[in-house]
């Protein structure tokens, strides 16, 4: 089936998915979380001073999380890319991309007000990174459903995750509901992956395999992001182990569960084996590495 004949049988359940988000929609205010009585003036030229205390690897979870919300104009050009801007694929485009845009303005002005990051070294890293516009390059429907439903589950954990690690009640708030958003996100392209499972199932096997194979999580373009993405790792805020465990087991063993598909053709089948595969080996990695991890943080 081509690219387009999908897209086509599936606006009925865009439309329809689409009822049910707008229905389960809860409208928020950034300035309402944002703690503004602990602000005060920054001096043009004033050098930042850590008076947070937060651990680097947190600090580098937030800064990422932030620069990543920072790139939405390029995420949403791909996105429109793949699935255009008329009709109820525009309509849920736009309205994703609205409820995406409160991201950004909520992280910034918390970590501003609050002081917890460089807010120079931000700046310079928003630009570099808006800049750069480096996202994913999807290339079909069927790739693209896959990588999106994925990464916002991906991306709902690490807020998740950076928010249970910040001892500022405020900063938790924040978190959480930034992660709500990704998780209501996350529904809606999950539930649109089913779908298009049931109307081209060979297809679709075939795409979750090369996402399984190439997936990486937002912030590619980020200065130092290898650092940063080790970071995060080694204080298990997003590792191996938890995109086994949380994200691949649950969603493409479980929700979409390929092992029971059948009738797939033998390019399908193929390519089922391989990602069964690289699904059991991300889960002995993440074991190992998160053995390594406890390991050292014992001895010290």
């Not at 109820?88 to 409160?102: K, L, Q, S, Y």
């Not at 991906?154 to 950076?162: E, G, Q």
């Not at 059991?280 to 074991?287: N, P, T, W």
């Amino acid at each position: 089936m081509d690219a387009n004949s999908l897209l086509s049988e599936l606006e009925p359940t865009v439309e329809r998915l689409l009822e049910r988000h707008l229905a389960g929609a809860k409208e928020w205010f950034p300035h309402e979380l944002v703690p503004w009585s602990l602000g005060r003036d920054f001096v043009p030229g004033e050098t930042w001073e850590d008076e947070v205390g937060l651990a680097p690897a947190v600090r580098s979870s937030l800064l990422v999380n932030l620069l990543t919300e920072d790139n939405l104009p390029y995420y949403t050009n791909m996105i429109t890319s793949v699935y255009g801007n008329g009709g109820v694929w525009g309509t849920w485009v736009r309205r994703w991309t609205a409820e995406e845009g409160r991201h950004s303005i909520v992280l910034r002005d918390y970590l501003t007000v609050t002081r917890t990051l460089d807010p120079v070294a931000l700046e310079r890293g928003r630009m570099a990174q808006v800049e750069c516009g480096q996202v994913p390059q999807l290339t079909n429907p069927r790739n693209g459903l896959v990588y999106v439903a994925l990464q916002e589950l991906a991306t709902r954990v690490a807020h998740h995750n950076t928010g249970k690690l910040l001892e500022d009640p405020a900063g938790y708030e924040v978190m959480k509901r930034v992660a709500a958003d990704e998780n209501r996100h996350y529904l809606f392209y999950r539930d649109l992956t089913t779908a298009a499972f049931e109307i081209d199932p060979s297809a679709m096997v075939i795409a979750v395999e090369e996402e399984v194979r190439t997936f990486e999580m937002p912030g590619t373009g980020i200065i130092d992001f290898q650092h940063h993405a080790k970071a995060i790792a080694r204080a298990g805020i997003y590792d191996f182990r938890i995109h086994h465990e949380q994200i691949l087991v649950p969603v493409v063993l479980g929700h979409w569960n390929i092992e029971a598909l059948v009738g797939l053709t033998p390019d399908a089948e193929l390519a089922r084996e391989s990602v069964l595969n690289r699904i059991e080996r991300i889960g002995k990695a993440g074991q190992r590495m998160a053995a390594q991890r406890d390991a050292v943080s014992v001895s010290a």
